[in-house]
């Protein structure tokens, strides 16, 4: 199953985030290099340094951005359980997990009643109602509901 664990994403976010504020702060610094009244011995070098780091930022942006912003909103969709760790369900695979989860709790005994039949989509759909959905790279996911 392709479930995802939020402290993983929660995990990711912290890099990019850390890798973006990097970014941010080389550009600082180059600027403050610059604006300080000290005469330097290569005026130019720190003019370069500066559209390094700028190109740098704009490049990496461009490459993550979108991922971190994306993270960023699906960490105020799941809420507090964020970091500590929430389940993410492919939609998809939900009634899968509903059938591995009752199974998982005892409430069926799957060795010794394989005579029984159990509509899995509808029991699905009644656990359901205690699960919020999110939408994460164009899969929608289902976790449970704080």
Known sequence: MNYLDTRDLYKRQCEMQE???AL??????????????TETEDP?????????????L???QSEYQEE?????NLESEVGRE???GETLIP??????????????????DSKNASWIVI?????????????????????TYLFRAS
């Open 82 to 84: 964020w970091m500590h």
């Open 44 to 56: 130019d070098g720190v003019w370069k340094t500066l559209q390094e780091a700028e190109s740098e």
């Open 24 to 37: 941010q702060e080389a550009i600082e610094d180059a600027r403050e290099d610059i604006t300080e009244e």
């Open 91 to 108: 939609e998809d695979e939900f009634v899968e997990y509903t059938e591995q989860f009752a199974d998982d709790i005892g409430a069926i």
């Open 19 to 21: 890798e973006l504020e």
């Open 119 to 139: 509509d899995w989509e509808a029991t699905a759909d009644g656990l359901k109602m205690d699960y919020s959905s999110c939408e994460y790279q164009g899969t």
């Open 58 to 60: 704009a490049d990496w």
């Open 68 to 72: 971190l912003d994306e993270l960023n």
